[in-house]
Nanobody, 120 residues
Framework: QVQLVESGGGSVQAGGTLRLSCAGS???????????MAWYRQAPGKQRELVAS???????KIADSVKGRLTISGDYAKIAVDLQMNSLKPEDTAVYYC???????????WGQGTQVTVSS
């Protein structure tokens, strides 16, 4: 029932910047409490990986591969999460998905994904 929609993806040159946004139904429309929001990515032929997460308490975790370049921010009142992507590298090319749920290990809601392509 609840659908999250990502936006902001696209194609950029290496070193470029993108900002991904994710928004969906309000908290009242969700059957489970939202205590965690996150961004995942999946490259062709690869497993999905967790890129960044943020808890309701605003505690963030960033994957080592993107640390210092990508920053996550979340607004739990609006049920929205953003991913600021700076100094992008070709290896960042992937489909990026936002997710929300009661915990990082139990994400009930997922977006359809947005393509990010970084060219050298």
């Amino acid at each position: 029932q609840v659908q999250l929609v990502e936006s902001g993806g696209g194609s950029v040159q290496a070193g470029g910047t993108l900002r991904l946004s994710c928004a969906g139904s309000g908290y009242a429309s969700m059957t489970a409490a939202i205590n965690a929001m996150a961004w995942y990515r999946q490259a062709p032929g690869k497993q999905r990986e967790l890129v960044a997460s943020i808890t309701r308490a605003q505690t963030t975790k960033i994957a080592d591969s993107v640390k210092g370049r990508l920053t996550i921010s979340g607004d739990y009142a609006k049920i929205a999460v953003d991913l600021q992507m700076n100094s992008l590298k070709p290896e960042d090319t992937a489909v990026y998905y936002c997710a929300m749920g009661v915990s990082i290990g139990h994400m009930e809601y997922w977006g359809q994904g947005t393509q990010v392509t970084v060219s050298s």
